[in-house]
């Protein structure tokens, strides 16, 4: 059984950047497909960006060429990098792995 700890989140002024992390565990976690997702306040979770158990990446187009996601499968880690961040970035970011969701953790943007 797959489990999931999102870090790194925090408060941070435009133009900045944060790199939040996501920790998994159980053996399957390294084969799998692994997505960052979010949810800003009265809205929906969206994709950010997602990898694949060979590193194959997809972006939201919102945070194209600001965001980078990648993992470690030894350390069974998953990071995203996020630079130039705007206000709009404002969310709880989430990683998931199939349907396992970790608890999130809140990025907030001020301008």
């Known amino acids: 059984q797959v489990q999931l700890v999102e870090s790194g989140g925090g408060l941070v002024q435009a133009g900045g950047s944060l790199r939040l992390s996501c920790q998994g565990s159980?053996?399957?976690?390294?084969?799998?497909?692994v997505g960052w997702y979010r949810q800003a306040p009265g809205q929906g979770r969206e994709l950010v960006a997602d990898?694949?158990?060979?590193?194959?990446?997809n972006y939201a187009d919102s945070v194209k060429g600001r965001f980078t996601i990648s993992r470690d499968n030894v350390k069974k880690m998953v990071y995203l990098q996020m630079n130039s961040l705007k206000p709009e970035d404002t969310a709880v970011y989430y990683c998931?792995?199939?349907?396992?969701w970790g608890q999130g953790t809140q990025v907030t943007v001020s301008s």
């Open positions: 990898i694949g158990s060979t590193g194959i990446t």
């Open positions: 159980g053996t399957a976690f390294s084969i799998r497909a």
């Open positions: 998931k792995v199939s349907s396992i």
